[in-house]
């Protein structure tokens, strides 16, 4: 399931917890796809806590609790990293991150606290909800198979790479133009993992934040295309740094934002670069005094490439990006008659 889905279902999962409807949910998926930040940002949406628990990490002491006496009897006393009302707040996001790493008898631990809501004497406050992630067995990380009777207490969804909305995360995130019109040149260098071949450092939507890092600070320096190479592989990085080295005959941005009659370039590659330059440009406008002129003048660009599809993308990332104040500036309508039979996602 793509992350955009997935976020509305853990939204709903998460409001459902109070409700008494609450089911809790785990996400597979390889490494580098985005399960935790999925899950930060339905957090982060609520204004929720997250208590992220490593079970991996733990002996199953670790999660029931140490045992003390009092008088003639032996009780527990509760780890104080579970959730607790008073102290965490009545609702937020219990975390159980590489569970198909823990050993099965910390996972064993864990069976009552997913399904019951409780271990022992202790209680999951309601309003908190359970998600949990992990990588597959044949990803080539540190997993075991998932016992059934773990399994058969969550709902299962397996997360899936989508380049339309990791670009309009990337938006949101302020990652680098230059990354995003290269990963709409080559889509298929969203994720390209190959677990049979163990690479180190390969293409994957965590790695090309790192990416974007990377073009933050070695840009315009000879230490420029390993640091890609070590974020993203040496083929990936490759392909990048010549993107980035051929954007010197892009055409000028800020004509093209006074209305001036900008040609558009001919190579499809400088193509992708402009149309993500100019969202990122819309994204920035956002709010100010001159939004509807930046995006009226964007919309009468796109109306000009030759392929309609490159331009029905550019306007398409730019709704994500600004939302429906795009339907109210003129331009809109013009462009959307031009464009009117071919499919807008």
């Known amino acids: 399931m793509r992350p955009a889905q997935l976020q509305a279902v853990l939204d709903r999962e998460f409001i459902s917890a109070s409700e008494g409807q609450h089911t809790p949910v785990m996400l597979w998926g390889p490494p580098g796809v985005g399960k935790s930040q999925i ?28 045992p003390f006496r009092v008088d003639n009897l032996v009780e527990w006393a509760v780890p104080a990293m579970l959730p607790d009302a008073e102290r965490h707040g009545k609702a937020g996001i219990l975390f159980l991150d590489e569970i198909t790493s823990a050993p099965p008898s910390v996972s064993a631990a864990a069976y009552q606290l997913i399904l019951d809501r409780r271990l022992g004497a202790y209680e999951v406050p309601d309003g908190w909800a359970i998600f949990a992630a992990g990588n597959r067995q044949g990803d080539r990380g540190v997993t075991y198979a998932m016992p059934a009777p773990l399994a058969n207490r969550f709902s299962h969804f397996e997360v899936e790479a989508n ?4 670009v309009a995360w990337a938006y949101e995130n302020a990652i680098d133009e230059r990354l995003i019109g290269f990963l709409r040149f080559r889509p298929e260098r969203l994720f390209d993992f190959d677990p049979a071949h163990n690479p180190v450092a390969f293409p994957s939507p965590r790695s090309w934040e ?3 890092r990377a073009l933050q600070k070695f840009d315009n320096t000879p230490l420029l295309l390993a640091t890609l190479q070590a974020c993203v592989g040496p083929a990936a990085g490759l392909e990048l740094n010549a993107f980035v080295e051929n954007l010197d005959r892009m055409p000028d941005l800020d004509a093209i934002l006074r209305g001036e009659e900008v040609p558009v370039p001919a190579e499809v590659d400088l193509q992708y670069a402009v149309a993500s330059a100019l969202v990122g440009r819309a994204a920035r406008a956002k709010g100010s005094s001159d939004a509807r002129e930046t995006y009226g003048r964007i919309l009468d660009y796109a109306g000009r490439f030759p392929l309609r599809e490159m331009g029905v993308m550019l306007v398409s990332d730019m709704h994500r990006a600004i939302g429906s104040q795009l339907f109210l500036v003129p331009q809109f309508s013009a462009w959307a008659n031009s464009v009117a039979d071919v499919m807008l996602y």
């Open 163 to 166: 380049l339309d909305d990791w």
């Open 39 to 66: 899950i930060a940002e339905v957090a982060a949406r609520h204004r929720a806590p997250v208590i992220d628990i490593r079970l991996s990490q733990m002996e199953p002491s670790d999660l029931r609790g140490i």
């Open 210 to 212: 790192f990416a974007h």
